[in-house]
């Protein structure tokens, strides 16, 4: 079946250290994949993206590539600040050929906590 | 321009009531998917809703069901409430239903059953 495993947190980080947060999956067919933030008392925010092989998704500052030969698509970001402390959901999306329709399978997510 | 929104924001209920949660999609965007989020966990899939029809389900039970007008905003109905229905639903929408399209999600209705 099609699932997603990230890394356990919390993560605890000083501002300006480097992060990382890992994420494998395992899907059948061609996944999209995708890294959404929730911060406290919101919904998910969509981060990044990517859809095929090879793929860099990017945005504030925060990236990650998708790695076929590794099931991976690992968040990274070069310097955190105190405002990313969030947690963190890797997820991805299989076509469906049966129904037409695309649904969302989560990770379990990663607290991310970056103290000043 | 404005993103989905979701209401109540806050909603607290008993055992054995039943409860209308409701969403309305970004402008433009067809579909729409509903989510539960039980506390520490991630989403998980309910329906996925695209121009009016019913195209995916979750591993829900047949007391959770929706529906979506022409409009395209959409209500997520749960009959016969138990405690463990306590959770953030979340609201998601989409322009199609292909699988690289992203999903964009409202701020949530907070669940919580007495």
């Known amino acids: 079946g099609n699932s997603v495993t990230q890394m356990e947190g919390p993560v605890t980080l000083s501002e300006e250290a480097f992060l990382t947060i890992n994420c494998t999956y395992t899907?059948?067919?061609?996944?999209?994949l995708f890294w959404y933030v929730q911060y406290p008392g919101e919904g998910l925010q969509l981060l990044l993206k990517?859809?095929?092989?090879?793929d860099k998704g990017s945005n504030k500052g925060f990236e990650a590539t998708y790695r076929k030969e590794t099931t991976s698509f690992h968040l990274e970001k070069g310097s955190v600040q105190v405002s990313d402390s969030a947690v963190y959901f890797c997820?991805?999306?299989?076509?469906?050929?049966?129904?037409?329709?695309?649904?969302?399978?989560f990770g379990a997510g990663t607290r991310l906590a970056v103290h000043p | 321009d404005a993103g989905v929104t979701q209401s109540p924001t806050h909603l607290i209920k008993t055992r054995g009531q039943h409860v209308t949660l409701r969403c309305s999609p970004i402008?433009?965007?067809?579909?729409v998917s509903w989510y539960q989020q039980v506390l520490g966990q991630g989403p998980q899939f309910i329906f996925q809703?695209?121009?009016?029809?019913e195209r995916g389900r979750g591993n829900f039970p047949d007391r959770f069901s929706a529906r979506q007008f022409p409009n395209y905003s959409s209500e997520l109905n749960v009959n016969a409430l138990l405690l463990g229905d306590s959770a953030l639903y979340l609201c998601?929408?989409?322009w199609g239903t292909g699988s690289n399209q992203p999903q964009h999600f409202g701020d949530g209705t907070r669940l919580s059953i007495l």
């Open positions: 998601a929408s989409s």
């Open positions: 899907a059948t067919g061609y996944p999209s």
């Open positions: 990517a859809t095929k092989a090879d």
């Open positions: 997820a991805l999306s299989v076509p469906s050929f049966s129904g037409g329709y695309n649904k969302l399978i």
């Open positions: 402008s433009g965007h067809k579909s």
């Open positions: 809703y695209y121009e009016k029809e």
